[in-house]
């Protein structure tokens, strides 16, 4: 199945605990996004990555981390600087270039609570 | 600044009923719109995509249609069933926007009654 894979479907963080959301794809995507989502709310770009070992901060990086080693692999850290994490976090993967038939493709996502 | 307006973010009409999903956004200098649908705790299923020369598109009973020089786009959804209810997005690619980023709207609740 080609797809994207996101784990876990359900995270709980404790006070000042990092917590590392999974984003795996094989669809030989060369890049990666990561979004929030707010209830009620559209999503927003946290951090997204073109090519490996290479990304870039979105319109709201502040307290989080992410690293791309692999090209198929895209992990979130969301760290004790971010003082309010409770969200919807959904990864995406497209092709690269900057082309009008690029299309996104999202994972089912991981909510994140804090306990 | 480059925002995605979605109005109203709920609506509900009864099974049968055509529907009318808008979408404005502040810049004309696009590469594409992309309308989502998006189930309760899920994540994002792509419908349509509008590339920037293009009028309209249609799958099935769904239609999107591009008007740029006015900044809307409306998705139009045939003779609706409850199981169309769910969140419907618009997102919009944006010439200035960094990477390929996408411009998400706030999103607008369907609920279709039997």
């Known amino acids: 199945d080609g797809g994207i894979t996101q784990s876990p479907k359900y995270l709980f963080r404790k006070e000042g605990q990092n917590v590392t959301l999974s984003c795996e794809q094989n669809l030989n995507h060369d890049a990666m996004y990561w979004y929030r989502q707010d209830p009620g709310q559209g999503l927003r770009l946290i951090y997204y990555?073109?090519?490996?070992?290479?990304?870039q901060k979105g319109d709201i990086a502040e307290g989080y981390s992410v690293s791309r080693e692999k090209k198929e692999s895209f992990p979130l850290t969301v760290t004790s600087a971010q003082k309010n994490p409770t969200a919807f976090y959904l990864c995406?993967?497209?092709?690269?270039?900057?082309?009008?038939?690029?299309?996104?493709?999202f994972g089912a996502g991981t909510r994140l609570s804090v306990l | 600044k480059q925002e995605v307006t979605q109005i109203p973010a709920a609506l509900s009409v009864p099974e049968g009923e055509n529907l009318v999903l808008n979408c404005s956004f502040t810049?004309?200098?696009?590469?594409?719109l992309q309308w989502f649908r998006q189930d309760p705790g899920k994540g994002l299923t792509s419908l349509l995509l509008?590339?920037?020369?293009?009028r309209e598109q249609t799958s099935g009973r769904l239609n999107a249609s591009l008007d740029k020089s006015s900044g809307r786009s409306t998705l139009y959804i045939a003779a609706s069933q409850p199981g169309d209810s769910a969140t419907y997005l618009c997102a919009v690619r944006f010439y200035k926007a960094a990477g390929n980023k996408l411009t998400f709207g706030g999103g607008t609740r369907v609920l279709v009654k039997p």
């Open positions: 990555s073109q090519i490996v070992n290479d990304f």
């Open positions: 509008i590339q920037s020369s293009q």
């Open positions: 995406a993967s497209s092709i690269n270039g900057p082309t009008a038939k690029n299309i996104q493709y």
């Open positions: 810049d004309s200098a696009i590469y594409n």
